[in-house]
């Protein structure tokens, strides 16, 4: 292992022993294990030595509802595997039961993801670490009032409701193969925060993130999407991230940046279509960090766990600033490493769809929105309301690095063993698995961080007819004709 001094930084991580036992249901794609699994390897690559590891407190339902309804989060308190027979009215108000469903400690599963990023931001804002990380956290798509996408609480939006506390500009990047919707939604009408989405777009869940969505009132311009076809590599990501977070670190100047890392986007994904690699997925969190902002990386998806363990702990040293071996060290969970048990994975021979024409358009495109930006945002002084974690507690318990090893005596397996396999993640012949995680087209609700609607009903059924209106005239646009260069998606 060795070390780049000149860019050191002291990194704090949010792990919680217990995530891992936290269970989906049987043939799920979402599994917490994969965040225990992360812990391992990184633990066994000696990175805990670098950096301090906290367990991050419960987030109380009084934080929660910072962003999220207080029906919402009461619901989510009460369910229970047991008890959900009383509740199947608002298990299809808050979309609880399918995708999201019902298991045992999710609420506490909540509590911790959103413990993290909140823990996290608040240690940014008193300075006293420059990068924090919460795999646990990530939940981009969770709603107001509404679970979706395997998401129940958005611990983003939460963190950078902390955030905001301190810093007047927040950077938000999303690196998931999805469109972090919930997390552009809440701040969809605000120039505080800018949201950045680099996703695929065209029948994909959760059908949100067209390029001609940019923001609203005093938010237009501040969302920001980049759609994508399916095949997207390393090569072609660089090419159109590098220089669309160039421009928007220019001409927003944030003064924090929050990165989430969702490994779906690597290749071989279990319900991903692009083609990254680790190295690709870890030059977003290299690039990024070179800004030296106060910098929050969170997970998010990723369902072919063994690579997302691989990535999240290549990008844990790339915060680090420390070179780790691509031979992976023994591990708990060394056999899900198979047949090479090296740390970094291959491409596949799949097409990328997006040409490099396509993604000029897109890029140009996306400058021509930032040039509408003012070039630096005035600055408002206001009070800074009290930090989500009081000073003596911090909320949060230092763990001993070295009380860490081993930890498969503190994971109690309440589990089957084979759910934690990654087997069914290829089915037969590599297939995937597109049961009900598919896109659903949702009209746009123009929320603020208040939640009010900016649209009403009828704004948005005018805004699904005229949508329907431009595809059947034929109307040709320059946008028209970047969704045409690539051709359908499947
Ligand atoms: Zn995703």
Same mark, same amino acid.
């Given at each position: 292992?060795?070390?780049q001094?000149h860019?050191?930084?002291?990194?704090?991580?949010?792990?919680?022993?217990?995530?891992g036992?936290y269970?989906?249901g049987?043939?799920?794609?979402?599994?917490p294990?994969?965040?225990?699994?992360?812990?391992?390897?990184? +633990?066994?690559?000696?990175?805990?030595?670098?950096?301090?590891?906290?367990?991050?407190?419960?987030?109380t339902?009084?934080?929660?509802t910072?962003?999220?309804s207080?029906?919402?989060?009461?619901?989510?308190?009460?369910?229970?595997?047991?008890n959900?027979?009383?509740?199947?009215?608002?298990?299809?108000r808050?979309?609880?039961?399918?995708?999201c469903?019902?298991?045992?400690g999710?609420?506490?599963?909540c509590?911790?993801?959103?413990?993290?990023?909140v823990?996290?931001?608040?240690?940014?804002?008193?300075q006293?670490?420059?990068?924090?990380?919460?795999?646990?956290?990530?939940?981009h798509?969770?709603?107001k009032?509404?679970?979706?996408g395997?998401c129940?609480?958005?611990?983003?939006v939460l963190?950078?409701?902390?955030?905001?506390?301190y810093h007047?500009?927040?950077l938000?990047?999303?690196?998931d193969?999805?469109?972090?919707?919930g997390?552009?939604?809440a701040?969809?009408?605000?120039d505080?925060?800018?949201t950045?989405? &680099?996703h695929?777009?065209?029948?994909?869940?959760?059908g949100?993130?067209?390029?001609r969505?940019i923001?609203?009132?005093?938010?237009?311009?501040y969302?920001?999407?980049?759609p994508?076809?399916?095949?997207?590599?390393?090569?072609?990501?660089e090419k159109i991230?590098?220089?669309?977070?160039?421009?928007?670190?220019?001409?927003?100047?944030?003064s924090?940046?929050?990165?989430?890392?969702?490994?779906?986007?690597?290749?071989?994904?279990?319900?991903?279509c &692009?083609?990254?690699?680790?190295?690709?997925?870890?030059?977003?969190?290299?690039?990024?960090?070179?800004?030296?902002?106060?910098?929050?990386m969170?997970?998010?998806?990723?369902?072919?766990?063994?690579n997302?363990?691989?990535a999240?702990?290549y990008e844990?040293?790339?915060?680090?600033?420390?070179?780790?071996?691509?031979?992976?060290?023994?591990?708990?969970?060394?056999?899900?490493?198979?047949?090479?048990f090296?740390?970094?994975i291959?491409?596949?021979?799949?097409?990328?769809q997006?040409?490099?024409?396509y993604l000029?358009?897109?890029?140009?495109? +996306?400058?021509e929105n930032?040039?509408m930006?003012p070039?630096?945002?005035?600055?408002?002084?206001?009070a800074i309301?009290?930090d989500?974690?009081?000073e003596?507690s911090?909320g949060?318990?230092k763990?001993?690095k070295?009380?860490r090893?081993?930890?498969?005596? +503190?994971?109690?397996?309440?589990?089957?063993?084979?759910?934690?396999?990654?087997?069914?993640?290829?089915?037969?012949?590599?297939?995937r698995?597109?049961r009900?995680?598919k896109?659903?087209k949702?009209p746009? +609700?123009e929320?603020?961080i208040?939640?009010?609607d900016a649209?009403?009903?009828?704004?948005i059924?005018?805004?699904?007819k005229s949508?329907?209106?431009?595809?059947e005239d034929?109307?040709?646009?320059t946008?028209?004709?970047?969704?045409?260069?690539?051709?359908?998606?499947?």
């Amino acid at each position: 292992m060795t070390t780049q001094p000149h860019s050191r930084k002291r990194v704090c991580y949010y792990y919680d022993s217990d995530i891992g036992n936290y269970y989906y249901g049987q043939g799920h794609p979402m599994k917490p294990h994969r965040i225990r699994m992360t812990h391992n390897l990184l +633990l066994n690559y000696g990175l805990y030595r670098k950096m301090e590891i906290y367990r991050p407190h419960k987030a109380t339902a009084e934080e929660m509802t910072k962003f999220h309804s207080d029906d919402y989060i009461r619901f989510l308190r009460s369910i229970r595997p047991d008890n959900m027979s009383e509740y199947n009215k608002q298990m299809q108000r808050f979309n609880v039961g399918e995708d999201c469903p019902v298991f045992d400690g999710l609420y506490e599963f909540c509590q911790l993801s959103a413990g993290g990023s909140v823990a996290a931001a608040v240690k940014l804002n008193k300075q006293a670490s420059e990068i924090c990380i919460n795999w646990g956290g990530g939940l981009h798509h969770a709603k107001k009032s509404e679970a979706s996408g395997f998401c129940y609480v958005n611990d983003i939006v939460l963190g950078i409701l902390e955030l905001l506390k301190y810093h007047q500009r927040v950077l938000y990047i999303d690196i998931d193969v999805h469109h972090g919707d919930g997390v552009e939604e809440a701040f969809y009408t605000t120039d505080r925060v800018m949201t950045v989405s &680099f996703h695929k777009y065209g029948e994909y869940f959760p059908g949100t993130g067209d390029l001609r969505d940019i923001g609203a009132g005093k938010g237009k311009y501040y969302a920001v999407n980049i759609p994508l076809r399916d095949g997207m590599d390393d090569e072609s990501y660089e090419k159109i991230f590098v220089p669309i977070i160039s421009k928007v670190m220019e001409t927003f100047q944030p003064s924090a940046v929050v990165l989430q890392c969702g490994a779906d986007s690597l290749t071989g994904d279990r319900l991903g279509c &692009f083609n990254l690699t680790v190295r690709g997925h870890g030059k977003c969190v290299e690039f990024v960090k070179k800004y030296n902002l106060p910098f929050m990386m969170v997970g998010g998806g990723g369902y072919t766990i063994r690579n997302v363990s691989r990535a999240w702990t290549y990008e844990t040293s790339v915060a680090l600033g420390v070179e780790i071996a691509n031979e992976l060290p023994y591990n708990d969970y060394f056999e899900y490493f198979g047949p090479d048990f090296k740390l970094h994975i291959s491409p596949s021979n799949m097409a990328n769809q997006n040409t490099p024409e396509y993604l000029d358009k897109i890029k140009t495109r +996306l400058f021509e929105n930032l040039r509408m930006l003012p070039h630096a945002p005035g600055v408002q002084v206001q009070a800074i309301p009290e930090d989500a974690i009081n000073e003596e507690s911090d909320g949060e318990d230092k763990v001993d690095k070295d009380d860490r090893l081993p930890q498969k005596d +503190l994971d109690k397996r309440i589990v089957p063993e084979n759910e934690f396999s990654d087997s069914e993640d290829e089915g037969e012949g590599g297939r995937r698995d597109n049961r009900t995680y598919k896109g659903r087209k949702r009209p746009r +609700l123009e929320k603020g961080i208040d939640g009010k609607d900016a649209a009403g009903d009828d704004k948005i059924k005018e805004e699904l007819k005229s949508e329907k209106d431009e595809k059947e005239d034929g109307k040709s646009s320059t946008i028209d004709d970047l969704k045409k260069d690539t051709g359908p998606t499947p």
